[in-house]
């Protein structure tokens, strides 16, 4: 009889803790140093980054890219990386070449039609001087046996022949100074194509751009978001590469206006890389906004922009533009549980949890210093080992 008593009393007792067992899943608790963070979302970005366009070209407002180098690109400084296209400043230089060769010729031939006027001028001067000399003679021979009339007529005929070499000599003169102003205003001319048809080719070259220093190439968006690509139209204010400087990687990020308060430069932030998941990176933040703006379109709430710097970046492995998730570290929670909140339960404004003993479930009271990410941040109540139900 005892025998039976004893077989059943266990029974009952297995049976009762088979009633008590859960059959949801546990948490086992182990205590650690847990960092309470505000979390946010950024962007890997650098500190230095050189934005490229089109070239400043004259007499063009409108860019075709005609070769674009592939995103993602490493390029050391004078490698090609863009180009657009530059029929129209052929057409312009070809025309420019046409209309300086006409002024070179121009010129040539004022030249050798110069030469022989200025000679004519020469021998019409020197002929005008011979008759000057002539006249001169005669009127100076004259005696008292010459009739009035043929003295007075020598008289008249050297001062004819002053006039007349005057004239000539101020003729020449003119002439000559025209000259010199025709050819001025050719070789004018002449220097002002000469220097179009260098520009024009200055600017043919400028219309193949190389990287200004080595880099990564990163396409830069448009405002719809579309990145370049080849046979696109861009005006000269607009950016279609950006070379990064990957020795100065930083994260840009926002902090909601609500909690920008918690937020000072130099709090140590924890960082997340979508693209590198195995790794954590840290950094702290470097600057804080002053003005508020909002978030974008799509989302109209209002943030603060922040700068985080990264401590030992990994330019193998981070690239701009990679998401990054952050922990702005406010403070540290010692020998600290995180269980999901969904594992509370509160009863007259105190917090309990189930725990799993060996005689079945039980709920402990447990005291919450904080909740972040959907946990809860549990700092009494629990203690190494203890299975929480959740």
Not at 12 to 39: F, Y
Not at 102 to 120: F, G, H, M, P, V
Not at 188 to 193: A, D, I, M, N, Y
Request: glycine share 6%.
């Amino acid at each position: 009889m005892r025998i039976y008593r004893a077989v059943s009393a266990l029974a009952l007792a297995g049976l009762l803790a088979a009633c008590g067992a859960s059959d949801g899943p546990t948490l086992v608790v182990k205590k650690t140093d847990i960092p309470l963070a505000i979390q946010t979302t950024g962007e890997l970005a650098s500190a230095r980054t050189i934005e490229i366009g089109p070239p400043k070209v004259k007499y063009t407002w409108q860019y075709k890219l005609s070769y674009l180098i592939p995103e993602g690109t490493w390029v050391k400084a004078g490698d090609r990386i863009m180009a657009f296209d530059a029929q129209q400043q052929h057409s312009r230089l070809r025309d420019l070449q046409n209309a300086l060769a006409t002024e070179q010729q121009r010129l040539e031939s004022q030249a050798l039609d110069n030469k022989q006027e200025r000679e004519q001028l020469e021998l019409d001067l020197a002929e005008a001087k011979m008759e000057l000399e002539k006249a001169t003679l005669k009127s100076s021979n004259v005696d008292d046996l010459m009739a009035r009339l043929e003295v007075e007529k020598l008289r008249i005929d050297r001062q004819v022949a002053e006039l007349n070499y005057a004239m000539v000599d101020y003729r020449r003169a003119n002439r000559i100074s025209q000259m010199k102003v025709d050819r001025e205003i050719t070789e004018t001319e002449v220097s002002r194509l000469s220097s179009e048809v260098n520009e024009q080719q200055q600017a043919i070259e400028e219309m193949s751009i190389e990287a200004p220093r080595p880099g990564i190439v990163v396409y830069k968006p448009n405002n719809d978001g579309e990145k370049p690509a080849e046979g696109d139209q861009f005006s000269v204010i607009q950016k279609v590469i950006e070379l990064p400087d990957l020795d100065t990687l930083i994260i840009e990020t926002t902090v909601e206006e609500q909690i920008a308060h918690k937020v000072a430069a130099g709090d140590r932030v924890e960082i997340k890389l979508d693209a590198v998941p195995e790794r954590t990176f840290t950094g702290k933040v470097e600057s804080l906004g002053r003005i508020v703006r909002l978030k974008s379109r799509r989302e109209p709430s209002k943030v603060f922009d922040a700068v985080v710097s990264i401590d030992n970046p990994d330019t193998d492995a981070m690239r701009p533009g990679m998401a990054a998730r952050l922990s702005i570290v406010q403070r540290i929670e010692s020998d600290a549980v995180a269980v999901p909140q969904h594992a509370l339960m509160y009863r007259d404004d105190n917090a309990y949890v189930r725990v799993q003993g060996l005689a079945g479930e039980r709920e402990q009271e447990v005291t919450v210093a904080a909740r972040q990410g959907g946990e809860a941040i549990i700092t009494e109540g629990l203690d190494d080992g203890d299975e929480v139900i959740l």
